[in-house]
């Protein structure tokens, strides 16, 4: 079946506008996570949904990142105010429910602020 | 919190040799642990896991076996091959509601022929 999905694969902008990036889970996956990956790191978490809502927002790294998941499928970060330090690869991922389960990873955004 | 240390990169063998990545974790509780690997041009995979003490996850070749004891999650396999080269990233995910994972931060390897 169809993998996890993200649109679009590189953005470029600059500093200090708008973005939205979009990822579309596995289908039948409840759980979906924002990670990024700076370059020569592991990725970080950033914010994961359960349905949904937002469970744990607790690596966003500051209010001018905000995602949403109105229907509990198709999930948007969106990010005001681009800075330079944002620039980095923006991964989802989705999983079933429940604790073990592995999470599948998106090929990522590329986001490149100049 | 919850961390996990993987030896730095890069690591460079010659085809049919032995390898080990090491990775050891800090974490409360039980955690999950995973192995992903990213190929050149390609996105994060799920390599193997093991959700459990005593645990082996095992796949193409590769295994790792979860000890609580060390709190390590080590990566072996056998016999390398040029198309194992890729960034290799250990994971935990905590026995908690959150579900994050927490990753180390990659080893390359590099296999020549």
């Known amino acids: 079946g169809a993998g996890v999905s993200q649109t679009p694969s590189n953005k470029v902008t600059e500093k200090g506008k708008y973005v939205e990036l979009r990822c579309d889970p596995i289908?039948?996956?409840?759980?979906l996570y924002w990670y990024r990956q700076s370059l020569g790191q592991g990725p970080e978490f950033l914010i994961y949904?359960?349905?949904?809502?937002?469970?744990?927002d607790s690596g966003l790294p500051n209010d001018r990142f905000f995602a949403v998941r109105p229907e509990g499928s198709v999930s948007t970060l969106k990010i005001q105010r681009t800075e330079r330090g944002d620039s980095a690869v923006y991964l989802c991922a989705s999983s079933l429910g429940g604790l073990g389960r592995a999470q599948y990873f998106g090929p990522g955004t590329r986001l490149t602020v100049l | 919190g919850n961390s996990v240390t993987q030896m730095e990169g890069p690591v460079t063998l010659s085809e049919e040799a032995f390898l080990t990545i090491n990775c050891t974790y800090t974490a409360t509780g039980y955690p999950s642990l995973f192995w992903y690997v990213q190929y050149p041009g390609e996105g994060l995979q799920l390599l193997l896991k093991?959700?459990?003490?005593?645990d082996k996850g095992s796949n193409k070749g590769f295994e790792a076996t979860y000890r609580k004891e060390t709190t390590s999650f080590h990566l072996e396999k056998g016999s390398v091959q040029v198309s194992d080269s890729a960034v290799y990233f250990c994971a935990l995910k905590g026995n908690n509601a959150g579900n994050m994972l927490t990753f180390g931060g990659g080893t390359r390897l590099m296999v020549k022929p």
């Open positions: 093991a959700t459990k003490a005593d």
């Open positions: 949904f359960q349905g949904t809502g937002a469970a744990d």
């Open positions: 289908s039948g996956h409840t759980a």
